[in-house]
């Protein structure tokens, strides 16, 4: 094979990887695109901070990517079922508290979920 397929076989590669570890594309809903993510404080005199929306974006899908190489990690393991059990509820539970980010992804399919 010649360096010039490179880039070609480094692209199957990312997208095997991807597709192995059910790591996808994730984008967000088109109305955040380019905003901004603004925490206002309740007191005044306190400066507010920014974000761009994509780069908190960026954090909360990686966020849900360890989450659920997490989950099969532990669902593989040796561990004791009841273990198991006890480790997927807090993954399970972590997966709730980050609904409220569901807002975020364009598409519903990537969203958290509790099942």
């Keep these: 094979m010649s360096m010039d397929n490179s880039p070609d076989l480094e692209m199957m590669l990312r997208r095997i990887i991807r597709e192995e570890s059910g790591l996808t594309a994730v984008v967000p809903e088109d109305k955040w695109r380019g905003g901004e993510l603004v925490l206002r404080p ?20 990686m966020v849900r990517n360890r989450l659920r190489t997490l989950e099969q990690h532990v669902n593989g393991s040796d561990l004791p079922d009841d273990t198991k059990v006890k480790l997927q509820s807090y993954i399970t539970g972590c997966y709730g508290s980050l609904t409220s980010f569901n807002v975020l992804f364009a598409d519903e399919d990537d969203r958290f979920t509790t099942k």
């Design 42 to 61: 309740g007191r005044e005199g306190v400066q507010e901070k920014s974000w761009p929306i994509d780069s908190f974006f960026h954090k909360i899908v």
